[in-house]
């Protein structure tokens, strides 16, 4: 409706050439790229005596290493002035029981948030991460009993659960000329929870 072009690709982002085909793809479409949205994502909650190894290794491959490959490759095909902005999440620095491999992963992203700050600066790019607290997405609802999802709202200083439009408005701003003096930063957009 504003006039703009889109064009959806699929790709399993834990797969070793996702990374290269998404850009190649917007690269027939657009003719280059000038920012990447990391926000691939999956949680599988369990205590980590109870977390199998198959688990353990998908949500790696997705979360961890599915974001590395998609900054590596925008790290050599984004045009100078991009932005790259990550996803995190707000259980890292709450670490509650469940969420140890996911809050790991998580984790891990911050760390090459700031580093690839750092080694992309000089071209103008900055990158950023967006560390949603609690929001009212699938991801987030499902396995939650309406009593968790109660006592979880309890914990947010603003009393509700985030909406995707919150996160949409702080990857938005990331995305924009007007963030171009915010580089290695980690926005943590929960309500003030943590």
């Keep these: 409706a504003g006039g703009g072009k889109a064009v959806a690709v699929q790709a399993d982002i834990?797969?070793?050439s996702a990374a290269a085909d998404l850009f190649n793809a917007a690269d027939e479409g657009f003719g280059s790229v000038d920012i990447l949205v990391n926000n691939a994502g999956i949680l599988k909650l369990a205590p980590l005596a109870e977390t199998d190894d198959a688990s353990f290794e998908q949500q790696i491959a997705i979360n961890l290493t599915g974001t590395f490959r998609a900054m590596r490759e925008a790290a050599r095909r984004l045009r100078?002035?991009?932005r790259i902005i990550n996803f995190s999440s707000s259980v890292v620095g709450a670490y509650g029981p469940?969420?140890?491999v996911y809050a790991a992963s998580k984790a891990a992203v911050e760390a090459m948030t700031h580093v690839a700050s750092k080694e992309l600066g000089r071209r103008g790019i900055t990158v950023n991460a967006v560390a949603p607290g609690p929001v009212?997405?699938?991801l987030f609802m499902t396995g939650k009993s309406d009593e968790l999802v109660q006592r979880i709202v309890g914990t947010i200083p603003l009393g509700r659960l985030g909406r995707p439009d919150d996160?949409?408005?702080v990857v938005s701003f990331l995305a924009s000329p007007e963030a171009g003096w915010v580089n290695?930063?980690?926005l943590r957009a929960n309500g003030g929870m943590i």
Excluded: F, K
Aim: glycine share 22%; aromatic share 6%; no cysteine.
């Design 14 to 16: 834990s797969s070793p």
């Design 80 to 82: 100078d002035g991009g």
């Design 98 to 100: 469940t969420y140890g």
């Design 136 to 138: 009212e997405t699938e």
């Design 167 to 169: 996160i949409a408005s």
């Design 184 to 186: 290695g930063q980690v």
